[in-house]
T-cell receptor, first 114, second 114 residues
């Protein structure tokens, strides 16, 4: 079955460390998104990519970086510049980059600080 | 920019009772509207969507939602709640040009009493 796979499910970061969250999709979707979820705040957009080798900042991009070298992969790096990284991170995708469509979500990665 | 308000942070209903979750959006034209459900530690699952046409839309798991332009609302309803409906529910809006990411409300947590 097609879907989005996020790994790892749980991740721990030490002070000053960069960590990378994986997001892979086999849906052949053009667009991919990263959201951060904090209790009581819903989902906030970190970065999005509408096509390979291109990505754009979302609303809370500071302290994060991404790449989109392959259509199926959109990894997110949480850098040491992100001072409050503890959150639930969700990756999503949509088939077309130029339409509003339902987003398909992975099962998320929970990041905590050691 | 568009915004989404879910006024109820937490709702408790008895099993078998009816349910209505409120969602209001702020946008000049008719946006694309979505309802998602999230179980603890999981990603989001699409319940239903509204793009155009009939203002009463049916979704999965017995849910429906009604788009009311005059009230800028898209409330989610279910006639008889089951214990398995306990989860967090998010309303989302897609509107405007440019990026196609959705704007999410802060969520409503539903608790179901036996």
């Amino acid at each position: 079955d097609g879907g989005i796979t996020q790994s790892p499910k749980y991740l721990f970061r030490k002070e000053g460390q960069n960590v990378t969250l994986s997001c892979e999709q086999n849906l052949n979707h053009d667009a991919m998104y990263w959201y951060r979820q904090d209790p009581g705040q819903g989902l906030r957009l970190i970065y999005y990519s509408q096509i390979v080798n291109d990505f754009q900042k979302g609303d809370i991009a500071e302290g994060y970086s991404v790449s989109r070298e392959k259509k199926e992969s959109f990894p997110l790096t949480v850098t040491s510049a992100q001072k409050n990284p503890t959150a639930f991170y969700l990756c999503a995708s949509t088939p077309d980059r130029d339409k509003y469509q339902p987003q398909h979500f992975g099962d998320g990665t929970r990041l905590s600080i050691l | 920019a568009q915004s989404v308000t879910q006024p109820d942070i937490h709702i408790t209903v008895s099993e078998g009772a009816s349910l209505e979750l409120r969602c209001n959006y702020s946008y000049g034209a008719t946006p694309y509207l979505f309802w998602y459900v999230q179980s603890p530690g999981q990603g989001l699952q699409l319940l239903l969507k509204y793009f155009s046409g009939d203002t009463l839309v049916q979704g999965i798991k017995g849910f429906e939602a009604e788009f009311k332009r005059s009230q800028s609302s898209f409330n989610l309803r279910k006639p008889s709640v089951h214990w398995s409906d306990a989860a967090e529910y998010f309303c989302a809006v897609g509107a405007g040009t440019g990026r196609r990411a959705l704007t999410f409300g802060s969520g409503t947590r539903l608790q179901v009493q036996p």
